[in-house]
């Protein structure tokens, strides 16, 4: 009987405070709902109350007031570092104002081939070989697979140019006996 006796003081108890606590809770609500600050950002009501030292009506602006600032052409570009790549070229990456990235491979000293460049425009990618002596090919990534590091050789076949032979240094002793023999 004690335990029984026990058990339903316990649970008036409890009972008790927990009706406490939610009216004290619908208490908060209704201030909060009257447009009382409360200082937390938000109420149970789904209305922003500001904090203070904000503008409330800073966050109801439209586009039409908005300033808006032009770039010189000159900075519409953003450049990322360059860095060394094989064959004596320079890789470096590049964004346009479109968002589109240019990844460019420049060769410094090759005979035929200027640069180059993939262009990636959201999920799609062109891929472009400029030639020195002006001429612009189009090619398809399955043909260069890693452009960062092709061999040059490699990039002239797959866009159908025959690549120069490379100017091979004479061994010292042969042009010695040619100045000899004059």
């Not at 109801?60 to 004596?88: C, L, M, W």
């Not at 990235?101 to 081939?113: A, G, N």
Request: hydrophobic share 30%; glycine share 8%; proline share 7%.
């Amino acid at each position: 009987m004690k335990k029984i006796a026990f058990i339903l003081i316990l649970a008036f108890c409890w009972a008790g405070c927990s009706s406490s606590a939610d009216s004290a809770h619908d208490k908060n609500s209704v201030n909060a709902g009257n447009g009382a600050n409360t200082g937390e950002g938000s109420n149970t009501t789904g209305q922003m109350v500001p904090y203070n030292g904000v503008d409330p009506e800073a966050f109801n602006g439209n586009t039409s007031n908005v300033r808006v600032v032009e770039v010189p052409e000159e900075k519409q570009k953003t450049k990322f570092d360059s860095r060394p790549a094989p064959d004596q070229s320079e890789f470096s990456t590049t964004m346009n104002k479109k968002g589109e990235v240019l990844e460019t491979r420049t060769f410094k000293d090759h005979p035929q081939i200027l640069k180059i460049e993939r262009k990636t425009a959201g999920k799609e990618n062109s891929l472009k070989v400029y030639l020195k002596n002006g001429k612009v090919y189009d090619l398809s990534e399955e043909k260069v697979p890693n452009f960062r590091v092709a061999a040059p050789q490699n990039i002239l076949i797959a866009i159908g140019v025959t690549p120069k032979p490379e100017a091979k240094p004479k061994p010292e002793g042969e042009t010695e006996k040619k100045k000899e023999g004059q």
